[in-house]
């Protein structure tokens, strides 16, 4: 089964530092650019950053860049977002997801940034 | 940035009911766009890709029409199952954006 896991959320006071993971299965990362997006509670989406098949191309949101970075693990099959100085607007779920096709889609993880 | 301006932000609709949503984008962006579904809690669902085609697996009551500037989603006879927020997202040029979301919800 094609399927996207990400993980690494959770409660992070402001300033703070997280990193989310995203693994893949049933189909082989190398081969496809990558995207996260965010929704924060009860808004809209929001694409976040884009990544190429070999991270030599990223691509962000105006607000993240300089505090997130996107990158990859193509032998471990997996997906990155490094987020630093987190601040309260950053409080979202944050999606994994193909660029390809779109599909598939992670089943997302809350970043909650808060004191 | 390409602004994108979907309308309605929500509308009320019955089973059977034809309905059209419409994103306006800030300057042309050909047929770089999708359309996107999303249930409570669950990741959205790519229905349509480069304006007008239908994602493999989507029922066929879902189409999409459009290039340039304004696009439209209509689903030609709503379904229970078609209750949800629905998304425009432009891929023309960084930063990607999504419209505001219109909420469909049951009459």
């Known amino acids: 089964e094609v399927q996207l896991v990400e993980s690494g959320g959770g409660l992070v006071q402001p300033g703070g530092s997280l990193r989310l993971s995203c693994a893949a299965s049933?189909?082989?990362?190398?081969?496809?650019?990558m995207t996260w997006v965010r929704q924060a509670p009860g808004k809209g989406l929001e694409w976040v950053a884009n990544?190429?098949?070999?991270?030599?191309?990223?691509y962000y949101v105006d607000s993240v860049n300089g505090r997130f970075t996107i990158s990859r693990d193509n032998a471990k099959n997996s997906l990155y977002l490094q987020m630093n100085s987190l601040r309260a607007e950053d409080t979202a779920v944050y999606y994994c997801?193909?660029?390809?096709?779109?599909?598939?889609w992670g089943q997302g993880t809350l970043v909650t940034v808060s004191s | 940035d390409i602004q994108m301006t979907q309308s309605p932000s929500s509308l009320s609709a019955s089973v059977g009911d034809r309905v059209t949503i419409t994103c306006r984008a800030s300057?042309?962006?050909?047929?770089?766009l999708g359309w996107y579904q999303q249930k409570p809690g669950k990741a959205p669902k790519r229905l349509i890709y480069?304006?007008?085609s239908l994602q493999s697996g989507v029922p066929s009551r879902f189409s999409g029409s459009g290039s340039g500037t304004e696009f439209t989603l209509t689903i030609s006879s709503l379904q229970p199952e078609d209750f949800a927020t629905y998304y425009c997202?432009?891929?023309?040029?960084?930063?990607?954006?999504f419209g505001q979301g219109t909420k469909v919800e049951i009459k």
């Open positions: 480069a304006a007008s």
């Open positions: 997801a193909r660029t390809n096709g779109f599909d598939p």
């Open positions: 997202l432009q891929h023309n040029s960084y930063p990607w954006t």
């Open positions: 049933g189909f082989t990362l190398r081969s496809f650019w």
């Open positions: 990544i190429n098949q070999d991270g030599s191309e990223k």
């Open positions: 300057q042309g962006i050909r047929d770089d």
